[in-house]
């Protein structure tokens, strides 16, 4: 036998078996019924529900950052020039959206302006918690602000009672500049839990500007001496 005819008998016999394959798994003929009822696979009445965020555990986690310069500290009075990446990780009353002007409210949900154009009045958003829990509170915009004016670790007070932008505050009367200011007479002022309030010295039309920059945001502070918790620098909202 040669090999044309083995290799013919061979496609015939393999074209054969695919069309018995074919025609069993074809379905009935016209003049029969099916004898298979469709079954339905009943739906799950179970329905996926987000975790409220009051309720989430967070635990550790890695912050990663675009900078163009070293980030010198996490300590917004003690960093000086560029790469501190404050907005990263800290919050302030106003705030750049996308960087534009005029600044809009962050932390604030209102604010109101004396006639005399020198007492700034805040209401604070209700909820915002440190990652401890601890909510933050009008008091909180004191201290950072007074640690601003009159720690020991500050780089930064010029920024807020400076030559050009000042709150009104005390000074001796026998050292120049930032260096004569008396810590504890910073004009700041904890109203109520969600009422923050400051009196410059002079008028400044820049001031939304000014405390919507990197150093007017909040420091850690310690709660009390019974419950020694240091408060980072990020707060959230519930």
């Not at 008998?9 to 074919?22: K, N």
């Not at 960087?99 to 004396?114: I, K």
């Not at 009196?199 to 039309?205: G, K, R």
Request: proline content about 4%; charged content about 25%.
């Amino acid at each position: 036998m040669s090999e044309d005819t083995t290799r013919r008998r061979f496609l015939t016999a393999a074209g054969s078996g695919v069309a018995a394959a074919l025609a069993g798994c074809s379905g009935n003929q016209p003049d029969e019924q099916s004898t298979d009822t469709a079954t339905e696979t009943p739906s799950s009445t179970d329905t996926a529900t987000a975790t409220p965020e009051s309720e989430r555990e967070y635990t550790g986690g890695t912050l990663q950052l675009a900078s163009n310069g070293p980030v010198q500290t996490l300590d917004p009075v003690n960093a000086k020039g560029s790469g501190a990446g404050y907005n990263q990780y800290n919050a302030a009353l106003m705030n750049f959206d996308d960087g534009d002007l005029p600044p809009t409210a962050d932390l604030a949900t209102d604010y109101e302006v004396s006639d005399d154009g020198l007492t700034y009045t805040f209401q604070l958003r209700e909820g915002v918690t440190f990652h401890d829990g601890q909510e933050l509170t009008a008091q909180d915009f004191v201290y950072s602000w007074e640690r601003l004016a009159g720690s020991e670790e500050t780089r930064n007070a010029d920024d807020i009672v400076g030559d050009t932008f000042a709150i009104e505050h005390e000074k001796q009367s026998d050292i120049d500049g930032v260096a004569g200011y008396i810590p504890g007479t910073l004009g700041v002022e904890a109203v109520d839990d969600y009422t923050f309030r400051f009196t410059m010295a002079s008028q400044f039309t820049g001031t939304l500007s000014q405390i919507a920059g990197a150093r007017s945001r909040r420091s850690p502070r310690v709660r009390s001496r019974t419950r020694r918790t240091t408060r980072t620098t990020r707060a959230s909202t519930a």
